[in-house]
């Protein structure tokens, strides 16, 4: 497992371009099952989650052709059924999240969807019941077979329908969605989850052919068609890393721009930092975040009590940043409770940063408060490992503004989501190696 050795207490500067979407990514690839003819797809981002994907694609017989960094053409003609039913997909299959996500589109089109129990982030309970309750409401046939955690839906026609789902889940939705496109009739999907992930994956089915309405809302409208056709799309920047370079900036006091941000589709995220003291500068489609050299001050609600930060769907605050903003709030001046209402195992990194030094209370496994040193008192470097992808890279922006060497292992959990990440800090002046 890889390694990352930091030198912390170092002030950046420079310039960051975010990567495409990992979210969207995950998406819009399984989206090329949906057709025989050629999609193409820009501004992929080069991580292991996505690549994972990609290879996925290649060994269900998707053509596959790389065109330039991060462009590629995908061509699902043709489809191996019968690697569904390998050992090899048993492996490939559980190793994203994302994975989960090809089940819609070949249900769809080839009248069954298998699936292992897919990997993703150890954060809490992942259950599935959203998506398959939604193919049944469609008309498959469904099983489960617990020894392997191996689940399966079979179709001949899907039927379109009304639904409501019983949680806005951003997979299930996209799942949902890229069955109901190809079933016979109407489906309508209420308490649907509307992320910019999803927007621009309906958009690009609409592209193909799809007649989808309500994009951007929780109520989908979904005429179905008989075939759909290729497409070109291109990716949105990733909204969870423009969020981490924010709270990175800030934390170590950095002049930071981050380029070609697409900020009408960052909903909450600028504001909630902003609650936190920090600027977040609009500079055209940049983001310019000052060097914060007096340090940062949380806001109180208007009758002065104590701020909470908490996840909601979207259009509410992504459950992803959480842990960014925790650890940006160790350094503020005041103190903020942050609240993780999505998943339950999300915030026991927070050990790691009270051995640094930052004054956190976990009130349970939803709540932490923090109370922020003002840079009084700098964190200390320490040794530590990446639990989640978000922990990840909250500990090493943790680490990067901590005095001395810091060490965080683990760091594959990082890179499933963060493209190059030690070359880009690099560039910005950050010292961090890969060992
Ligand atoms: C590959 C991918 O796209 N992963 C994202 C996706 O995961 P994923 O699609 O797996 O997450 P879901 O939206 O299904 O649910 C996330 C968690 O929130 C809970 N929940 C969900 C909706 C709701 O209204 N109430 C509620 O409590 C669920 O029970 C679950 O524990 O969405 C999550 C929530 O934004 C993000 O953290 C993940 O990064
Ligand atoms: C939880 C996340 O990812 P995944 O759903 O792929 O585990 C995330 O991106 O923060």
Known sequence: MGIFKIEGGKQLKGQIQPQGAKNEALQILCAVLLTPEKVTIHNIPDIIDVNKLIDLLGNLGVTVEKLASGSYTFQAKTVNLQYLESEAFKQDGRGLRGSIMIVGPLLARFGKGYIPKPGGDKIGRRRLDTHFEGFIKLGATFRYNREDYFYG???????????????????????????????????????????????????????????????????????????????????????????????????????????????????????VFRKLGITVEKRGDDIFIPAHKNGYEIQNYIDGSVLTISDAPWPGFTPDLLSIILVVATQARGSVLIHQKMFESRLFFVDKLIDMGAKIILCDPHRAVVIGHDFKSQLKATTMTSPDIRAGVSLLIAALSAKGTSTIHNIEQIDRGYEHIDMRLKAIGAQIERV
């Open 153 to 271: 839906v079979e179709a001949t026609q899907l039927q379109g329908t009304n639904m409501l789902l019983d949680e806005a889940s951003v997979t299930g939705t996209a799942n949902i969605v890229m069955a109901a496109v190809l079933a016979k009739g109407t489906t309508t999907i209420y308490n649907a989850a509307c992320e910019p992930y999803l927007q621009q994956l309906c958009n690009m089915l609409n592209r193909m052919g799809a007649k989808i309405k309500g994009i951007g809302s929780n109520l989908l409208t979904i005429e179905g068609v008989t075939s759909l056709q290729g497409t070109v799309h291109t990716m949105l920047p990733d909204m969870i890393e423009i969020g981490s370079w924010i709270g990175l900036a800030a934390m170590t006091k950095s002049e930071l721009t981050i380029t070609n941000v697409n900020w009408e589709y960052l909903g909450q995220i600028p504001n």
